[in-house]
């Protein structure tokens, strides 16, 4: 069996790891979209490393776009076989992959028309303007392909290699993916042939959720495995406690809107950050604890994934369902409005009295939330909330650099008067004690024989590696892109 780690590798999005097993079968452990750069990754989407037309499935492991966004662009190039998820990862990547084809027209038609001012007169047949990924039309045909299977079912994806998934708390619907591939032990050469053939076990965490999160359980314990793939985006920092950032949420609303009579903006993700978000808004109005003050939620795909976390009450978290028997809809109060309509999205860029504005992307690098910033980013009554994760290149990393006065957005440089505020508990992510932790409690270690670090930064990547090692984890390596491993 061979891995190629062709995704993800000493950086946190694009994940796409290809299994090759000693009777040919190809799986490919995510397909996720490379983030954070504009146009910038387009080269990097399109250049796949392998042929999608000899791919012979894809596992995955949850519905967010760093991990499943290239699904539509494989279908185009040929791949015509099964995707593997569990029903809620489906449900929201017909919703998420729809969302990103529109985003991806929108963004090369801009683009293209910014070439055409460069190039007015351009040379006979050379190809300035570029095409989309994908359409509707690959999203619409590829969501035939995928074949779902609930939490602890083992079920056989071949005659040689069967498939597992186990709930990993990070979002709805996502999976560790462990699989048993039976095939050669070459450590076992010079045996008779009938006992050198054994199962081998790998497990793929995708993204780990947190201990204690408001709307999802804690990530369930998963199989032994004999080879990790583990993600480290926080490899190299704890977590505020989840009470603290309820308090610390509290805190920043009451500091916007009651003390400074302004506008908190905060850019999150449309599935699973806005609605924890959300949830706890839901809990400081139930308290009597939230000001009388509107709360927007403004976004189209977020107003339709709450409808999916609404579809799924027996996976979210035994807190949620509590609620649920005094209050039927956690996730919506008499002050909150969801908006979809664009018309209403651009009437609150004119709104003077104080409100709280959730909306995508949660980098900043799209939808509504970065034409909300770009029009009171130079207010100093308003507060810009990071709430998670945001890649080094994004704009939702450059705002927090500590002491910048300007920034640009949309071309135009801003002068930043508003607040600039983070909160790292509502992360999706578990920090590196809590994985570790969960690690710990899964595997026995000692038959554990190699562990692969992928989905962090270089340097977060490497102190991960260190906590590792400390743990008691053997053999552990940090894969560079295109690498490929035996097992």
């Given at each position: 069996m061979k891995i190629q780690f062709l995704g993800a590798t000493r950086e946190v999005t694009g994940s796409k790891h290809l299994i090759t097993t000693d009777s040919g079968h190809t799986i490919l452990l995510d397909c996720g979209m490379y983030q954070g750069k504009g146009m910038e990754t387009d080269a990097a989407n399109r250049d796949l490393g392998f042929d999608p037309a000899k791919l012979d499935c894809v596992v995955l492991s949850h519905a967010h776009i760093d991990h499943s966004g290239l699904i539509p662009y494989i279908y185009k190039m040929g791949f015509r076989g099964d995707i593997y998820c569990t029903p809620a990862t489906r449900d929201l990547c017909a919703l998420m992959l729809t969302d990103t084809a529109y985003i991806q027209e929108q963004d090369v038609?801009?683009?293209?028309?910014?070439?055409?001012?460069?190039?007015?007169?351009?040379?006979?047949?050379?190809?300035?303007?570029?095409?989309?990924?994908?359409?509707?039309?690959?999203?619409?045909?590829?969501?035939?392909?995928?074949?779902?299977?609930?939490?602890?079912?083992?079920?056989?994806?071949?005659?040689?290699?069967?498939?597992?998934?186990?709930?990993?708390?990070?979002?709805?619907?996502?999976?560790?993916?462990?699989?048993?591939?039976?095939?050669?032990?070459?450590?076992?050469?010079?045996?008779?042939?009938?006992?050198?053939?054994?199962?081998?076990?790998?497990?793929?965490?995708?993204?780990?959720?947190?201990?204690?999160?408001?709307?999802?359980?804690?990530?369930?314990?998963?199989?032994?495995?004999?080879?990790?793939?583990?993600?480290?985006?926080?490899?190299?920092?704890?977590?505020?406690?989840?009470?603290?950032?309820?308090?610390?949420?509290?805190?920043?609303?009451?500091?916007?809107?009651?003390?400074?009579?302004?506008?908190?903006?905060?850019?999150?993700?449309?599935?699973?950050?806005?609605?924890?978000?959300?949830?706890?808004?839901?809990?400081?109005?139930?308290?009597?604890?939230?000001?009388r003050i509107p709360v927007y939620v403004d976004s189209p795909m977020s107003t339709n994934a709450t409808q999916i976390f609404r579809m799924y009450p027996s996976e979210l978290s035994d807190e949620v369902r509590d609620t649920m028997r005094f209050d039927p809809d956690p996730f919506g109060f008499n002050t909150l409005r969801y908006i979809t309509d664009i018309r209403e999205s651009k009437a609150l860029n004119h709104k003077e009295e104080p409100c709280i504005i959730i909306s995508a992307s949660g980098m900043l690098e799209a939808g509504r939330i970065k034409h909300h910033v770009a029009n009171h980013i130079s207010d100093p009554r308003c507060t810009v909330l990071i709430v998670g994760y945001c890649e080094p290149s994004t704009l939702g990393a450059r705002i927090q650099q500590p002491g910048l006065q300007w920034i640009s957005i949309f071309g135009l440089d801003r002068r930043i008067k508003a607040q600039i505020t983070k909160i790292e508990g509502f992360s999706g992510h578990g920090d590196y004690r809590e994985m570790i932790d969960y690690i710990t409690r899964s595997l026995a270690l000692d038959q554990v024989k190699r562990t692969f670090i992928v989905h962090g930064e270089k340097e977060t990547a490497e102190?991960?590696?260190?906590?590792?090692?400390?743990?008691?984890?053997?053999?552990?390596?940090?894969?560079?892109k295109g690498e490929i491993v035996e097992l």
């Open positions: 038609r801009t683009y293209n028309k910014k070439i055409d001012k460069q190039n007015p007169h351009k040379e006979k047949g050379k190809k300035y303007k570029i095409e989309p990924l994908y359409t509707q039309h690959e999203v619409d045909k590829v969501m035939r392909h995928f074949v779902c299977y609930d939490y602890d079912r083992r079920f056989r994806l071949f005659d040689d290699v069967l498939l597992t998934f186990t709930n990993s708390g990070h979002m709805l619907g996502s999976a560790i993916c462990s699989l048993e591939i039976y095939e050669e032990d070459h450590a076992l050469h010079g045996q008779p042939p009938s006992e050198t053939r054994r199962w081998k076990r790998l497990c793929y965490t995708g993204d780990i959720g947190r201990k204690h999160c408001h709307i999802l359980p804690s990530p369930q314990l998963f199989p032994q495995c004999d080879y990790l793939i583990c993600e480290s985006t926080y490899g190299d920092r704890l977590h505020d406690e989840e009470l603290v950032s309820e308090e610390q949420l509290l805190g920043v609303v009451e500091d916007t809107c009651v003390y400074r009579k302004g506008q908190l903006l905060i850019p999150s993700f449309s599935v699973g950050r806005t609605q924890e978000i959300v949830y706890v808004l839901n809990r400081l109005y139930n308290d009597g604890r939230l000001p102190t991960y590696r260190t906590h590792l090692t400390e743990a008691g984890f053997r053999a552990v390596s940090i894969p560079e």
